[in-house]
């Protein structure tokens, strides 16, 4: 299928001018109106074409998503579920190796309770041979542990005011609504509104 070759140079031509229209006075602005008048209605046309073909296709899409998505859903559920406990448990292990490796280390040394630099060293190899399996083989395939660093926030009072995100839309909504957020305030922009 393809769009009608003189429709498209009609679009085009009114395209062009829309681009180059300077709106400095009441002239250039009724006939900004004007351009956005048929533009509007050039666009409701094409949007009307491009539907005849895209509505079945979305009927379609949307039926075999619905068709897959409870199976799909009990999916992940179940990997994120299998997911997290296999980082949390491998997180422990690996933390716990990190902390009897300093347990060790903090032994090496002469007198009760010491052990010597050969002993750690052994015990400590052993510790790592530990951590190091990071690596699980099954009949369906295997799962290998990376590590990644992750946010945790100690204290979100001290994170610097760069990092934080303003929610626009929520003051927005307090504003309308007659409330006050510090440092915030309406203004009024004129917002052109096409009737065709």
Known sequence: MKIDTKLKKQISTVVGVAQKLVIQD??????????????????????????????PINEALRNARALFAPLEGACKEAIDTLRGGLGEYQTRLV????????????KVGEGDGEISIEEAS?????????????????????????????LVIVDEKQIPREYLVVDEKRILAVLKAGGAVAGCKLDEVQVPVNYR
């Open 26 to 55: 009441e002239k250039s602005k009724a006939k900004a109106a004007e351009l956005l008048s048929q533009l509007n209605v050039y666009n409701d046309s094409l949007k009307e074409s491009k539907e005849t073909i895209t509505k």
């Open 95 to 106: 933390k716990e190796a990190k902390e009897r490796e300093a347990e060790l280390l903090n």
């Open 122 to 150: 052994k015990k400590i190899v052993e510790v790592q041979i530990s951590k190091r399996q990071s690596m699980v083989v099954g009949d369906s395939g295997m799962v290998k542990f990376r590590t990644d660093k992750v």
